[in-house]
């Protein structure tokens, strides 16, 4: 197992240079450059071409990029990622402020999918083609299939707009600063409460027919009839066998939504103007903010190879027949 | 046998599948009655409605799609048919036991042998949990587990078949049952590990004094166990005899061509008699005809064929044996030299290899055009890796295939396609062996057109046409997918798709021995009918002695990916050199009348 841990690391390692040496070649080769975005912003104050030359050269957008891909990793094994060229401010120190917000609602959003879909998996297993699974079934589906900015809005224009309970958009209230801890929490939890609702109704939809077709499955096999002829009761035969036989493909699910953890959504973000980091990654671009879009490819791209690799180990773990070497 | 007072009594017991109108009755009016300590053999082919009439005891059959119609299942004073789920689940496991065909499938991946007796335990006699470990450690070691505490730590995966299935019978026996029900047991074991299990489940119920209601389609395996035999035949009970009798005396029309389809090593029949030498279907569908043999086409079955094609020089070493031989000046068609297939074993971040697993470990034999080879040994002896690396399906670690004198591991491009055209393989399963997704015109026109036989599309129907009643199917199969035919169907298919190509060498890998004993009749003949028609060359690889002593002309016995043993068929069944080919032998369940009445004997009155 930790002989394949330490290999999948290297190669890891060789994959995220494949990553960024791409995407730094790629954001270098669009049109536009973070200087000329700054200019393109601020039209009333235009600065002089020696200024623009001499910031270039300070970003090293002189040199081709091959030679600033080359210096951007030296600082990054140094650990400095830069400095954001829109804000001014470093790199990391940025993103930092950004994960708490994201990390919040996906946190949430993820917990309450597990909690719901799983009993709701396992009772529809169990009631599967009775008339109230199949109504549950429907309901699910049509969920799936309705885009989340379109029930955000919704969702906005009766709570926040006609009955006006919860807070339309931000993170906090106005007076967020003067209130004591317990106001506080109870401010965030009102403002997230619509934007957690739209990240998890669609994943607990898919989540709880992947638990119901994985069961389906299961619950056929031989040793379910073993289980069965052995006297073990219906509700445990679906809990402890059934249910832990479909943990396997579960797991795997579950490595490889890390990476959606920190992401965020650039959408919702934007319709529920939450600083998350789905936000910061669509300004930065519109900015041509390099440092910054540099800084969360590397922080995607490891989060990635880390679910998958955690995908791959917990496979392992929970089902005896797979060994890692 | 009949005095005692019977544990379970069927009445009149009707199970059906689906709804009207397309309702299947699996199980048709079937009454039979179990004494105490009585073992009751229902034997009968696929469909016949013997695995579902047991699985109608204790109702573990999918709640959806079937339903016991009517009929009573009395067991101590309650009908088990009636039974509140509740009460049910207390004859589960604790009075009426069950194990069955599969033991791969049957116990639970993800949990160690020692979780899933310990549930058994504690849902029956209970205890704490050193009571329960100290439970399950004894019934496993009554089980003939030699290392029960390893056996307890292990998951599944990390057993064999054999102690798979014994696993299987000492979880069924934590609550003292007062029935064992064995549906098909031993089916998917080797046969020496089947003559263990069947010596285990004697030794358990005259020890335990138990019932034992055992299903087999195989009446030599039934011969080996049973005190009464019920045959079931399309949902019905069609003979019901104490096994002497039955053995004796057979009176019904499908009893006496089971036991007479079976190959018998004491035989030197050409052909087997099959169930349709003693039966046929009255145009009505419904009705039976019973047909007799003659004296004539007896001898025929002995006469027909050609007697086997033995070695250039084996008359020599023994001339009591039958059969010409290879002339001397004939070239073999594929002669194997040192064969060497090595699995490496590899460790470490850089995945160096540390060892290697010898499947198949410098093996040699020459194989003469229009004879059969057949390969013989348990599993794990090499004897498919040996078949997968004649097909270049597996890589060759050292050593030599010539194939009419052309090392056919140096060939390549073109000339190795056309080899592999002329080298094709049955394998074993025909249910996992035909793409489910292409109809059998599909699948037997593929192969054709890529090796440009047939000069149209046309041209190609006919040929696949032409086959399916070779192989005994008819035309209006074409249309249809696999999962239409039954398994001695699709086997058939599988032959038909192997001959698309013209072939003139198959390796059978297998090839029977998921089949009915009945079926298996059937597809054998078949193979020997094709051969003397298109005089095709065999490797016939089993694990059955019997079926390869019926088969081969030459035999080659191995173990431990070595050949121990090589010679006519007929010289290493009577005159086995080697104690491994001499277990094979005994293995072979022997339904003689002397060892079904000594084996009576021995058994404690009831």
């Known amino acids: ?325 | 046998m009949g005095v005692a007072a019977p544990v379970l009594k069927i009445d009149d017991l009707r199970t059906v599948f689906g709804k009207p109108p397309h309702q299947v009755i699996a199980v048709d009016s079937v009454s039979l009655s179990l004494a105490a300590g009585e073992t009751l053999g229902i034997v009968g082919e696929s469909g016949s409605g013997k695995s579902v009439t047991a699985l109608s005891i204790l109702r573990l059959l999918p709640a959806g799609s079937s339903r016991i119609e009517s009929g009573q299942i009395s067991f101590l004073g309650r009908d088990l048919v009636r039974l509140p789920a509740r009460e049910l689940r207390r004859v589960r496991g604790k009075e009426i036991s069950m194990i069955f065909q599969e033991p791969g499938t049957s116990l639970n991946p993800v949990f160690t042998v020692a979780d899933q007796m310990a549930e058994a335990i504690r849902l029956g006699p209970g205890g704490s949990r050193k009571e329960i470990r100290d439970k399950s450690e004894q019934l496993l070691h009554e089980v003939g587990i030699r290392d029960p505490l390893r056996v307890l730590a292990s998951y599944p995966h990390q057993i064999s078949g054999g102690q798979k299935q014994r696993v299987m019978i000492a979880m069924a026996l934590s609550s003292d049952p007062k029935i064992l029900i064995a549906d098909e047991p031993t089916t998917a074991l080797d046969v020496t590990v089947q003559a263990q299990i069947l010596d285990l489940l004697r030794e358990l119920r005259d020890r335990r004094g138990m019932s034992i209601i055992f299903i087999s389609h195989d009446l030599g395996v039934i011969s080996q166990i049973a005190d009464h035999v019920l045959v079931m035949y399309r949902g019905k009970i069609v003979e019901n005899a104490p096994v002497l009798d039955l053995f004796r005396s057979p009176k019904h029309p499908y009893t006496k061509g089971l036991l007479a389809c079976r190959p018998r090593l004491a035989q030197n029949a050409r052909k087997l008699t099959t169930i349709a030498d003693f039966m046929e279907l009255a145009p009505d569908g419904i009705t039976l005809l019973e047909r007799t043999l003659s004296p004539s086409d007896r001898k025929k079955l002995e006469s027909e064929g050609r007697p086997p094609l033995l070695h250039p020089g084996s008359l020599m070493i023994d001339p009591t044996l039958t059969g010409t031989e290879v002339s001397a000046a004939t070239k073999p068609i594929l002669e194997v030299n040192h064969l060497c297939v090595h699995f490496p074993i590899r460790k470490g971040v850089f995945r160096r290899q540390v060892g290697q697993v010898k499947a198949v470990d410098g093996i040699s034999f020459k194989v003469y055009p229009g004879q059969t080879l057949g390969l013989v040994g348990e599993s794990g002896c090499g004897k498919t890796t040996t078949g997968r690396a004649i097909l270049r399906l597996v890589p060759t670690t050292a050593g030599e295939i010539l194939f009419e004198g052309r090392n056919f591991l140096n060939v390549r491009g073109s000339t190795l396609r056309q080899l592999r055209r002329r080298i094709q393989v049955v394998f074993q399963d025909p249910y996992s062996s035909l793409n489910p997704r292409l109809t059998v015109e599909a699948a037997l026109i593929g192969p054709m057109r890529s090796h440009g036989i047939g000069s149209s599309a046309k041209d190609r129907r006919d040929r696949a046409a032409t086959l399916m009643e070779e192989v005994g199917l008819s035309t209006e199969h074409l249309r249809r997918y696999p999962h239409e035919f039954s398994g001695g169907q699709r086997q058939r298919i599988c032959i038909a798709r192997s001959l698309a190509v013209e072939p003139d060498f198959l390796i059978c890998d297998e090839s029977v021995s998921a089949l009915d004993v009945s079926v298996q009749a059937q597809i054998l003949n078949l193979f020997k009918e094709l051969q003397s028609r298109r005089g095709l060359t065999y490797i016939f690889i089993s694990h059955d002695l019997a079926v390869v002593k019926f088969m081969a002309d030459m035999m080659a016995v191995m173990n431990g990916g070595k050949l121990v043993e090589m010679g006519p068929a007929e010289s290493v069944y009577r005159h086995p050199q080697q104690d491994y080919t001499k277990r094979l032998i005994a293995a072979i369940p022997d339904d003689s009348l002397e060892m079904i009445e000594s084996r009576l004997a021995r058994r404690r009155p009831l």
């Open chain 1, 1 to 325: 197992m930790l002989n394949y841990i330490v290999r999948r690391l290297m190669m890891g390692v060789v994959t995220l240079l494949a990553i960024t040496a791409l995407v730094y070649g790629l954001i270098r080769n669009i049109p536009g450059d973070p200087v000329s975005a700054q200019n393109a912003m601020n039209v009333d104050r235009k600065i002089s071409k020696e200024m623009e030359d001499q910031q270039r050269r300070l970003y090293r957008l002189d040199r081709p990029w091959p030679v600033a891909y080359a210096l951007w990793m030296s600082d990054l094994a140094r650990g400095d990622l830069g400095t954001s060229i829109a804000r001014n401010i470093p790199v990391a120190r940025l993103i930092q402020e950004r994960v708490g917000p994201t990390l919040l609602l996906s946190s949430a959003s993820l917990l309450l999918t597990y909690l719901l879909a799983i009993p709701l998996g396992l009772w529809s297993t169990v009631r599967a083609g009775q008339p109230d699974e199949r109504f549950l079934g429907t309901l699910l589906y049509m969920l799936y299939s309705l885009p989340a900015f379109v029930a955000a809005l919704f969702l906005q224009i009766v709570f926040a707009v006609q009955w006006d309970i919860l807070p339309l958009r931000g993170m906090t209230g106005d007076q967020f600063d003067s209130l004591p801890f317990w106001g506080r929490v109870w401010d965030l939890f009102l403002h997230a409460l619509l934007p957690v609702t739209c990240y998890t109704y669609g994943a607990l939809a898919y989540y709880t027919r992947f638990i119901r077709a994985n069961m389906q499955e299961v619950i056929r096999q031989d040793y379910i009839r073993t289980a069965l002829a052995k006297g073990v009761s219906p509700t445990a035969v679906v809990v402890k066998h059934a249910f832990r036989n479909t943990l396997i493909p579960l797991v795997t699910l579950m490595g490889l939504t890390l990476p959606s953890l920190l992401s965020g959504s650039v959408i919702l973000e934007q319709i529920f103007a939450w600083p998350g980091m789905g936000r910061l990654f669509f300004e930065a671009i519109l900015e041509r903010d390099y440092p910054t879009i540099m800084g969360l490819t590397l922080m995607f791209s490891l989060l990635t190879l880390a679910g998958q690799l955690l995908a791959d180990v917990l496979y392992a773990v929970v089902d005896p027949r797979v060994t890692l070497d």
